[in-house]
């Protein structure tokens, strides 16, 4: 199935979990929004995508 994530498409197939660590991103450190709605990280694990999907990843850095 094909799924835009953060501008970009991509085939994949999954939940918002699989979709973070595929991306070698840190859960603790990023956020997700799938169609402009923010996805609670208790939820990612149920969270299945489906084609069509537009997903928002935002990753937080520390710094000063």
């Known amino acids: 199935m094909l799924i835009r994530v ?3 498409e991509m ?4 939940n918002i979990l699989d979709l973070v660590l595929s991306l ?5 450190t990023c956020a997700v929004l799938v ?3 923010i996805v609670k ?3 990612w694990e ?3 995508l489906k084609d ?3 997903v928002e990843i935002v990753s ?3 710094g000063g």
């Open 6 to 8: 953060n501008d970009k």
């Open 24 to 28: 070698n991103l840190n859960p603790k």
């Open 52 to 54: 069509g999907d537009y």
């Open 35 to 37: 169609n402009g709605e």
């Open 60 to 62: 937080f850095v520390g």
């Open 46 to 48: 149920s969270f299945v």
């Open 11 to 14: 085939e994949f197939c999954g």
């Open 41 to 43: 990280k208790n939820d």
